[in-house]
Each structure stands twice: as structure tokens, then as C-alpha cells.
């Protein structure tokens, strides 16, 4: 099967340090490839930002599937990692605005 029109995962979290949205739409993608590989019963065992693509439904696609096995929870710390980047990239968004804010008072 031919691979979806995508870009690397890695260029998504290059957006997201400079957007607060994009990376709350990020982590809500995370959370579906969460579940669907659950809901499988499948791990692919090597995911990391590099070997994601992201199409422009925000949809997430796993690449290099050389470690895969069938079953289920192998990816749930590689993809707490992953979100937890997005989330502290959230939080410095956050401060960076509020310091913008104030100093433009």
C-alpha cells in the first residue's frame, strides 16, 4: 500500500512550538493512534517523532514498522514522550504570550 500525502511528524512539532492550538490538535492526534493501536492489539515498538507522518487531516500514520508486534502497550512511553514535548512546548507558549502581554503594557 502506497503511503497517504503526508509530512514528518518532526515538521508538526516544529509548528506546534509556535502555536498553542496546533499542539493541543497534535496531542488529540496522539491519543487516536493511541487508541487505534490498542484497539488492534498492536505495537509498533519504535515510535518516535521520526517515524510518524501527519497528513493534513492531522490524521497519523507509523512508518518503519521493523519491531512491530501484535500485541498491545508497547508504544505507551514513547508516546507519553512525545506528548509530553507537546505540552511543555504549550506551556512556553503560554508564558512567551504572557510575557509579550506584559511588556507591551
Known sequence: ELLPA???FTD???TAACDV?????LLGSL???QKALCDVGFSHNNLRAEN???DQ???LY???WYYATSSAGGDEEA???????LIKMQENNIKAAIITDTEAE
Not at 492550538?21 to 490538535?25: D, K
Open 31 to 33: 491519543n487516536t493512534l
Open 52 to 54: 510518524i507522518l501527519i
Open 6 to 8: 503526508a509530512l514528518p
Open 79 to 85: 508516546l507519553q514522550t512525545i506528548s509530553q514535548e
Open 21 to 25: 492550538q496546533y499542539a493541543a490538535t
Open 62 to 64: 507509523p512508518i518503519r
Open 57 to 59: 487531516n492531522d490524521r
Open 12 to 14: 508538526a512539532l516544529a
